[in-house]
């Protein structure tokens, strides 16, 4: 039996299991602004604490349409 440490070997985990357990065990949320699976307001409401708390994004980058 081999033994690897945490994060070497074995299964790569999904960036959605590393922002869930980010979350679950330091309470750090990481949420994509564009991610679907939130409503217009909660979308709305990540735009406005990034920007707040990091000031605003390149125009480029915005996706609003």
């Given amino acids: 039996m081999r033994f690897h440490p945490k994060g070497y ?8 299991e590393v922002k869930r357990d980010g979350w679950r065990e330091q309470g750090v949320l990481a949420v994509s602004v564009d991610d679907q699976r939130l409503t217009w307001p909660e979308r709305e409401l990540v735009e406005q604490l990034g920007t707040r708390l990091y000031g605003p994004r390149p125009a480029e980058d915005l996706h609003h349409g």
């Fill in 9 to 16: 070997g074995g299964q790569r985990r999904s960036p959605d």
